[in-house]
């Protein structure tokens, strides 16, 4: 049995406790709210890109998606939106990704500053914890890529809380990035692709699509996006919770 957290546990974690809270509300709100003005922003992308060119303004947009996903301010999904709507599916994949990459190195940093050792002494002294933390991101390059890949593939996994979760346990950096990059991949590409395309007829914002398309058309869009998310998380959560109870029998029977 896995002791509960004493008084003096609680504290050590309390300081990680708020940035939790913090990383959960804070994005849920940012995102309706960039959302809303995804035209906005998109312009201003637009005018930096003719006056410095598309690469400048992608280096603009994923520094922003850096510093807001980074620090839990904004959710990756909007953002990914954003970057289909100012700069197609191809470069705004590649624009989002940059900075899916960059804010994880962020998140990561902070989780490990605000943490401190509480987390992983926490772990560590409770051994069947720490055995199956060991055996999953202690088990080689390969294995702990996998396990992140598979932990960012679920939308149910927010990016902010998984920085948290993974930095505060010490997760090799090279895994962790690379596990980021290829699970998250998948919801980023189909985001910005339906932005794209909603934003093809020139529609300067999420309202002018509505009265261009109608409802209907719209709404469709929005259940294409959510429906394929949410399978492709359905995926991966199957596939972690295999390989967690794979790794755990392989633990317990060694």
């Known amino acids: 049995m896995i002791p509960s957290l004493d008084a003096s546990e609680r504290r050590e974690l309390r300081p990680v406790g708020i ?14 709210v960039l959302l809303a003005n995804v035209g906005e922003a998109s312009e201003m992308l637009d005018a930096i890109a003719v006056s410095s060119g598309v690469a ?19 959710p ?62 202690g088990s080689g390059f390969f294995r702990a890529t996998y396990i992140v890949g598979l932990l960012r593939l679920s939308p149910n996994s927010p990016f902010a809380l998984s920085n948290l979760a993974l930095g505060g346990a010490r997760t090799p950096v090279t895994a962790y990035l690379l596990g980021t990059m290829l699970g998250m991949l998948p919801r980023t590409a189909i985001a910005a692709g339906i932005a794209a395309a909603a934003a093809a ?30 399978i492709i998380g359905s995926i991966g959560k199957r596939a972690l919770k295999r390989a967690l109870e794979d790794q755990a029998d392989t633990t317990a029977s060694s």
């Open 76 to 137: 990756t999904y909007a953002q990914a939106i954003l970057a289909g709507w100012a700069f197609g599916t191809t470069f705004g994949t590649i624009g989002a990704i940059l900075g899916i990459l960059l804010g994880a190195t962020i998140g990561f940093g902070l989780a490990r500053l605000i943490s401190g050792p509480a987390i992983e002494s926490i772990i560590n002294r409770r051994p069947v914890v720490a055995a199956v933390r060991n055996a999953v991101i």
């Open 56 to 74: 400048v303004s992608l280096l603009v947009f994923a520094s922003f998606f850096a510093i807001t996903s980074g620090l839990g301010l904004l």
């Open 19 to 32: 940035l939790a809270i913090c990383w959960v509300v804070l994005p849920a709100a940012g995102g309706f």
């Open 201 to 230: 007829d020139g529609s300067e914002g999420l309202a002018e699509v509505v009265e261009k398309k109608g409802w209907v058309m719209t709404i469709s869009g929005v259940i294409v996006l959510v429906v394929a998310v949410v």
